[in-house]
């Protein structure tokens, strides 16, 4: 890899009620580019985020981010951390109290102690990146998805982080909003240098924007490499995801019983 | 037999664990003090929700239950020729029992299911989630001001319907019924104790303020981040503070009045 690692996964193993999400990952995740994780629903690629943020806590391994080690960070020094970070989240998880206004300016007055116009000059530079300068005076409630998901993105780079998560930024979006969002995504990334961790399953929209991407399976990193060397990989696994066959190495049944038997036929099905 | 006693030890366990989470919940809350600036105007809101609104209910219903009381100890009293005694009555039973343990339970039932569903939609939206992602400790953002405003607004509620019900009662003894006034007044002037009544009184407040705000933070706090989460949390809310307040009047009675 070209540039220096912002964070670093070692041997990361994690589970939760009895069952392993993960199992020895191992990850470098570039400054200053855009990495994206890809992986079917339900392979934790959202606990990887709330791992990164220090939310939960790996059973063993290192997470290092900005050369700190994240699970034995103290509560203080966690907190310090944070405010180098932004995450989008999927649902927005704007404050429903608030406004698109408020909501912005939240990490600003907790974090700073800046007086108020200049507070207002900020929320309304951050708003107008997104498009949104128009929408502040609008309640939570009464902004569309991807309206949402834009001021909670302006709110996540409020404090102008050094790094900044999305968690699934393209799920449940129209092709508009969608493209929307790829472009913010890009333009953030490129304009502010901001090192970019992309979390989804939307296979073109994510090799589009990334420069750097993996794919997590069972517990374990399956291919990762740049775009185009993930669309060469010999992995049939890799191919099958990239492409959205729907058989393949990854089976599309829950594992079940012999379905003879399911139906109650003696035989079984022929 | 064996799966009984092993599901009762898990119980235990449960139990254990649950409380364990809760103490250290109220410790990771009450923890720092926060900056003024900061602190004052989250927990002047909080005051309002918990206890400003709750004033409707906690007035009315200390009228009528005084005015009850003055009604039926009327009927009672007079039977002995000593209905003069019906204001001492009032104020004891409301000063003593029935101020604390009745507004700690329409608190649990109007503020604390409140606060369990509003920290627990949170949790659900991860608001709570991306508070923290800002560096921002839910616990102190969210948590705290509604703790201290449950703890600050409880004593003060009680005390409103303490003094509401001896009004209500003196409303039907003395203006309706016809009670003579002076012996009214001077009776639970001279029968209640400042310190042993009063004083006693409020700090049955104080614990039960304590208990129900604690439990109804925590169960929105600790609930299941879905909808049938929320509501049986709400639930575990309202039904244990109420049996936590009655458990609770029944040891704190004993130890003040129980003269032995």
């Not at chain 1, 092709?175 to 939307?202: C, E, F, Q, W, Y």
């Amino acid at each position: 890899m070209a540039s220096e690692a912002y964070i670093t996964l070692t041997d990361v193993v994690f589970s939760r009620s009895g069952r392993r999400i993960f199992d020895g990952v191992t990850l470098e995740i570039p400054r200053g580019k855009t990495t994206a994780i890809m992986g079917p629903s339900g392979t934790g690629k959202t606990t990887l985020l709330r791992l990164i943020g220090g939310q939960l806590k790996p059973d063993s391994g290192t997470i290092m981010v900005a050369g700190e080690n994240v699970p034995k960070l103290r509560r203080k020094a966690l907190y310090t951390l944070r405010e180098k970070m932004g995450m989008l989240f999927q649902s927005g998880a704007l404050f429903t109290d608030l406004s698109a206004f408020e909501n912005v300016a939240f990490p600003l007055r907790v974090h700073t102690s800046l007086p108020e116009d200049m507070i207002r000059d900020i929320v309304l530079m951050k708003l107008e990146a997104v498009g949104l300068r128009g929408a502040r005076d609008l309640m939570p409630s009464e902004l569309s998805g991807g309206m949402t998901r834009r001021v909670a993105l302006a709110r996540s780079i409020a404090l102008d982080p050094e790094l900044i998560m999305y968690d699934e930024p393209f799920a449940g979006q129209d092709p508009i909003a969608m493209g929307v969002l790829v472009k913010l995504i890009r333009d953030l990334n490129s304009s502010m240098g901001l090192t970019s961790v992309l979390v989804s399953h939307d296979v073109p929209e994510s090799l589009s924007i990334c420069h750097y991407a993996c794919i997590i399976a069972d517990g374990q990193i399956i291919g990762e490499g740049t775009p185009d060397e993930l669309r060469q990989h010999p992995s049939e696994r890799v191919q099958q995801f990239l492409q959205g066959q729907p058989d393949g190495p990854v089976p599309f049944n829950y594992p079940a019983p012999d379905a003879g038997s399911d139906w109650g036929l003696t035989g079984g099905l022929k | 037999m064996m799966d009984r006693i092993a599901a009762l030890g898990r119980l235990g366990f449960d139990i254990v664990a649950t409380v364990g989470r809760a103490g250290y919940f109220l410790g990771g809350a009450l923890a720092g003090v926060p900056k003024p600036a900061v602190g004052f105007p989250l927990l002047v809101r909080q005051l309002y929700s918990v206890g400003v609104l709750s004033l409707a209910i906690v007035v009315v219903s200390g009228l009528f239950i005084g005015m009850v009381l003055g009604l039926q100890g009327y009927t009672i009293l007079s039977d002995y020729g000593s209905e003069a005694a019906v204001g001492q009555m009032i104020a004891l039973t409301l000063v003593r029992e029935l101020g604390p343990v009745v507004t700690a339970l329409l608190f649990a039932g109007r503020a604390g299911s409140a606060l369990t569903a509003e920290i627990g939609l949170m949790k659900a939206t991860e608001q709570l989630s991306s508070m923290e992602m800002m560096g921002v400790d839910p616990l102190r953002r969210v948590i705290a001001p509604r703790l201290w405003a449950g703890f600050i607004a409880m004593p003060i509620l009680a005390v409103i319907f303490s003094v509401v019900g001896i009004w209500g009662g003196m409303l039907v003894s003395v203006d309706w019924l016809g009670v003579f006034e002076g012996a009214f007044w001077g009776n639970m002037q001279s029968s209640v104790s400042f310190v042993d009544d009063v004083l006693n009184g409020v700090v049955k407040t104080v614990v039960f303020g304590f208990v129900c705000t604690w439990i109804a933070v925590f169960q929105g706090y600790d609930c299941v981040p879905t909808s049938a989460g929320i509501s049986s949390a709400t639930t575990k809310t309202v039904v244990y503070s109420s049996l936590a307040v009655l458990g609770l009047d029944f040891v704190l009675t004993a130890v003040m009045f129980g003269n032995f």
